[in-house]
């Protein structure tokens, strides 16, 4: 039999296990969730929990969270809106990236931010780019999620929702800008953190389609000169994905004819050229008078 220590009140087992967790931020749903092995057990690494609720629900998740609240578990995180708590005691300090990533479960770094990370451009921007989904978008993968995590709860509507969580402009003293995207990337982990970051494939994707949150299609060709062969899988791979044949049309354009790449699938991009269309490599410029004859696209960078 399992040996039970000192009996411990609910708040107090809350507040144990979050400082285990070395949980730096929650939002209400975290919290739940956190909660949740609490109430099914009873105890916590072996201490049994006094008073514990026989029901839960929103009102008293949230009646809980004051109570942390004024015994200095939990104080309100100003970097956003609503419904984001600091845990006092947490042994570590987020970062910008790391907060907003804790906060929404599909944001993720990328544009300039995604270029510096993985050492494809040297600019240091001074502002953190991160991309959400589309608010459309963004309630499905809520729902998914949320059906997902409720699978075995009853009465779902009752318990904490996951929550779009508003971002200030400055997060942890960083000005922040956030992108929607009707088509998102499926971002990776980044080790040793709790960020998420868009894939190499897909940063070298966004360079073409959003050259102006690159750095300008000048510096996105620099990079492509200087790291595409490196990457050359992984871009033609994303290119490959995407629907956007503009995309297809650039990045054809660069890695055949301006870098001299050789890869099998890039001649298949060529059925998204267009004779006599408004393609240019960047959408920004007037036309100029060069072309490519094979990818049908204005050469105006």
Same mark, same amino acid.
């Given at each position: ?24 931020? $929650? ?14 057990t ?6 049994r ?8 629900s ?17 104080? !309100? ?8 708590w600091?845990? $006092? ?14 906060v ?23 502002a953190?780019? +991160? ?17 997902? %995590?409720y ?13 779009? #969580? ?18 998102p ?8 953190? +709790?960020?998420r ?11 073409? &389609?959003?050259?102006l ?10 990079c ?11 871009i033609?791979?994303? +290119? &490959?994905?995407?629907?956007? !044949? #503009? ?8 890695? %055949? ?7 099998? %699938? ?13 393609r240019?490599l ?20």
């Amino acid at each position: 039999m399992e040996f039970i220590t000192v009996p411990i009140y609910f708040s107090q087992a809350i507040a144990r296990m979050l400082a285990d967790a070395d949980l730096p931020l $929650v939002t209400e749903y975290q919290l739940y969730h956190r909660v949740r092995p609490l109430l099914a057990t009873g105890q916590y690494s072996g201490e049994r929990i006094l008073r514990l609720p026989a029901y839960w629900s929103q009102p008293q998740h949230r009646a809980m969270i004051r109570t942390l609240e004024k015994r200095r578990v939990l104080a !309100p995180d100003e970097d956003f809106k609503a419904g984001v708590w600091r845990v $006092v005691q947490a042994a570590i300090a987020p970062t910008a990236e790391e907060a907003i990533c804790l906060v929404d479960p599909f944001a993720y770094i990328s544009h300039l931010s995604a270029m510096q990370r993985y050492g494809v451009t040297d600019r240091s921007p001074e502002a953190l780019h +991160v991309t959400t989904p589309a608010r459309t978008l963004w309630t499905h993968m809520r729902d998914v999620q949320m059906a997902e %995590d409720y699978e075995d709860e009853p009465a779902q509507s009752l318990l904490p929702q996951l929550s779009r #969580i508003g971002i200030r402009e400055q997060v942890r003293r960083r000005r922040v800008i956030i992108h929607e995207s009707k088509h998102p990337a499926e971002p990776a982990p980044i080790a040793g953190s +709790v960020s998420r970051i868009a894939t190499i494939g897909r940063v070298f994707v966004d360079m073409l &389609d959003q050259p102006l949150l690159c750095g300008g299609i000048r510096h996105v060709l620099d990079c492509y000169d200087r790291h595409a062969a490196q990457w050359l899988d992984e871009i033609v791979a994303a +290119v &490959d994905t995407t629907d956007s !044949p #503009i995309v297809k049309v650039r990045a054809g354009y660069i890695l %055949d004819e301006m870098l001299g790449l050789l890869h099998p %699938d890039i001649n298949g991009w060529t059925r998204c050229a267009q004779r006599g269309g408004s393609r240019k490599l960047d959408s920004q410029a007037p036309y100029g008078q060069v072309f490519s004859e094979k990818w049908m696209i204005a050469l105006n960078a």
